[in-house]
Structures are given as structure tokens and as C-alpha cells.
């Protein structure tokens, strides 16, 4: 079995099939015996979730590695997608000496380069990614966020331009 590390959910099932496929390729096989290898062993590469979704597929119904991969990756690819949003949403902070007005600038225009991000996580992670230690309007709205409890991009924006003279 080549060294490869088990898929479990958190990665991206592309990069685990290539991953995977280098390996048994470059593991010195003969050309007609590298399709069997990789539909044998490829279920030694999963763990949790993923061993149970593999488990669970119905017997003969993969006759060669690019149905397996190309299931696999339907099978994973939403997952991943929603944990890559939420991650990326949540990564986007306030600066230092940012101001925020161009801190709400910069938060839309990065949310709208993500795949589409519920309303509610956009205005949780805004929340979040305000830098209380930063100015004093940037602390009062981050408090009157968390007070009312913001739960959509429009209140957010409402709230901001309803303190901006703060």
C-alpha cells in the first residue's frame, strides 16, 4: 500500500484522487495491473464518513477507477465546499488602523468573491472580524452588533450607517 494520507472530509477530494492515483502509479506496478490496484486499495485511503459512504456503495456498481473517482468526488465535493465558505467568511478581520467604513468595503467585496455565503454567517463572521481594540466606532458598533444580534447583512449595514456619527 503507498503512503497516502486518509481522506476525512477536510481536504479536497480532487487533490486526495491525484494524491492517491500518483502513488499506486509510481509504487512500480505494470501498466495492466494499476487499474485493479487503485480500485482495491482505494478504500484503505478513507476514514470515518468517507469508509462508511464507500462501505455503503452498492456491490458491481463500479466497474473501473474513473466511476469511483468521479462518485467520490460528487459524494465530497459540497461538503468541502460549505467548510471552505464558512472558513473564508470567518478569516476576514478588521485591521489595525482600518477604518469601518473601509472595513465593511472590504468584507462585501470579499464575500462576494466567495461562492454564495448565507446571510447569517456574513453577518456573524462581520461581527467577529471587527477589531474592538481598534477605533471607537469600530468598538460601539461591534457592541451594539452583539447586542441586537445582527442576523442578516442588511442589518448590519443599517446599523452601521444609523451610528456612523458615533
Do not use: C
Not at 57 to 70: G, W
Request: glycine fraction near 4%; charged fraction near 30%; hydrophobic fraction near 35%.
Amino acid at each position: 500500500m503507498p503512503k497516502v494520507s486518509k481522506y476525512d472530509r477536510t481536504s479536497d477530494p480532487h487533490k486526495h484522487i491525484t494524491t492517491y492515483t500518483a502513488a499506486v502509479k509510481g509504487n512500480d506496478l505494470d501498466p495492466h495491473e494499476i487499474e485493479s490496484v487503485l480500485l482495491k486499495i482505494f478504500g484503505e485511503t478513507l476514514t470515518r464518513g468517507t469508509l462508511t459512504w464507500y462501505s455503503l456503495l452498492p456491490e458491481n456498481s463500479i466497474y473501473s477507477f474513473e466511476m469511483l473517482a468521479d462518485s467520490f468526488i460528487k459524494a465530497h465535493a459540497g461538503a468541502r465546499k460549505v467548510q471552505a465558505q464558512k472558513a473564508d467568511i470567518f478569516r476576514i478581520a478588521q485591521g489595525e488602523s482600518e477604518l469601518v467604513r473601509e472595513f465593511i468595503t472590504r468584507f462585501h467585496k470579499k464575500r462576494m468573491l466567495l461562492p454564495e455565503v448565507p446571510d447569517e454567517w456574513a453577518a456573524e463572521a462581520f461581527t467577529k472580524g471587527l477589531n474592538s481594540r481598534s477605533l471607537d466606532a469600530s468598538r460601539k458598533l461591534k457592541e451594539i452588533l452583539l447586542e441586537f444580534q445582527a442576523t442578516t447583512w442588511e442589518n448590519v449595514h443599517n446599523r452601521y450607517e444609523s451610528k456612523k456619527s458615533i
